[in-house]
């Protein structure tokens, strides 16, 4: 089978597609045929080496979906045949196939494409573990998503919408402030524009916002406490800079004077108990529709490099990158 390998970390050009030995399961692991890789920011940071590195050579990505081709013995969960979307694997997922423990992988329902399959886990487990988990978010609350038409804020948008919250999202194109709106947000903002912190505080009645999903710590959280309503929390989700060195002044008043907290997360840390949650909740919202990802771009396997340019930053986010193997 084809996999992308990297065998030195670096520029996206590092991620190369060779012939590699066809996976076997051994007790309580899968083999899956992938039909679709979903391609997150944190690789990026892996392949360029400003992450813990892994031993080389190694296939990246924990995101993907496709059929069950291949179950060791004792698998009862899943059988061949069986549409899934994974949660991780133990051999990485940009390749044509993927060995997992039972546990990472989850139904798919036929309402959903394998492309959609493979942007679930890394946007909405971080999306679901950021709101419910550490933000403790509640129906009726105000949730303001700082960075919605990318892959979690989208995940974001749509989970506070079906639990029963007010939803504002921000994009800084207007292609990107349409999609938001498409995903069920109320309000929509650019938050490249002057006014849009005051249009935080005139669309909540001067009152602020209970919760906010922070896609780019480094840039907003300053302003972020000043928009939070009394006991509001903010979720640090992302926080970009030069060599992942993002910093940023606070004043820890404004968190002070609201009884605010600040929560940083990473769904690595998420426990098998949050996973259980994360995993019901998800294949729940795919089969009644209320969780419905965006494609933004589908690429060739081959053309990972491309993609990871995509994901870098450098270019506005409309949705999901997705590798089809
Ligand atoms: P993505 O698809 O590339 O989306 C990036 C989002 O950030 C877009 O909505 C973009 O909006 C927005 N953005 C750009 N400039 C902004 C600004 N000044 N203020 C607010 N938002 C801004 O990336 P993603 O996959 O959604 O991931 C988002 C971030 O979360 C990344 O930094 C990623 O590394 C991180 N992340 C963390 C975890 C975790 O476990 N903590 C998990 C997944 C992702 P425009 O393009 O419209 O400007």
Do not use: W
């Not at 990472?104 to 329902?109: A, E, M, S, T």
């Amino acid at each position: 089978m084809k996999a992308i390998r990297i065998h030195e970390f670096g520029e996206p050009e590092v991620l190369q597609l060779e012939e590699v030995a066809d996976l076997t399961p051994e007790a309580g692991q899968v083999v899956v045929r992938m039909h679709a890789v979903g391609v997150n920011p944190v690789e990026t940071y892996i392949r360029s080496g400003i992450y813990p590195k892994p031993p080389t050579p190694f296939t990246p990505g924990s995101d993907g979906a496709g059929v069950i081709e291949a179950v060791g013995e004792g698998v009862d969960r899943v059988a061949v045949g069986d549409r899934v979307y994974l949660a991780g694997s133990l051999s990485g997922t940009y390749a044509e196939q993927a060995l997992c423990k039972q546990e990472q992988v989850h139904p798919l329902g036929e309402q959903a494409s394998f492309a959609q399959g493979a942007a679930v886990f890394v946007p909405y487990g971080t999306a679901y573990q950021a709101l419910f988990h550490c933000g403790h978010a509640s129906p009726g609350e105000t949730l303001f998503v700082h960075g919605a038409s990318g892959g979690v804020g989208i995940a974001g948008v749509q989970l506070g919408r079906a639990a029963g919250m007010t939803v504002i999202g921000t994009a800084s194109t207007e292609r990107g402030r349409q999609l938001v709106s498409e995903q069920g947000a109320q309000h929509v903002l650019d938050h490249s524009a002057a006014s849009y912190l005051e249009d935080v505080q005139t669309l909540t009645d001067g009152r602020g916002v209970d919760v906010i999903l922070e896609m780019l710590a480094n840039v907003n959280l300053a302003k972020d406490l000043d928009l939070l309503a009394l006991r509001g929390r903010v979720v640090v989700i992302g926080n970009r800079g030069e060599k992942n060195q993002g910093t940023i002044e606070i004043n820890p008043r404004a968190a002070m004077m609201r009884d605010a907290s600040i929560i940083g997360m990473t769904l690595r840390n998420a426990t098998p108990q949050d996973h259980v949650r994360i995993h019901s909740a998800l294949v729940a919202g795919l089969a009644n529709g209320t969780l419905r990802p965006v494609i933004g771009q589908e690429l060739p396997l081959a053309e990972a490099a491309q993609a990871h340019r995509a994901v870098s930053g450098a270019g506005k986010a409309y949705g999901k990158v997705v590798l089809i193997p």
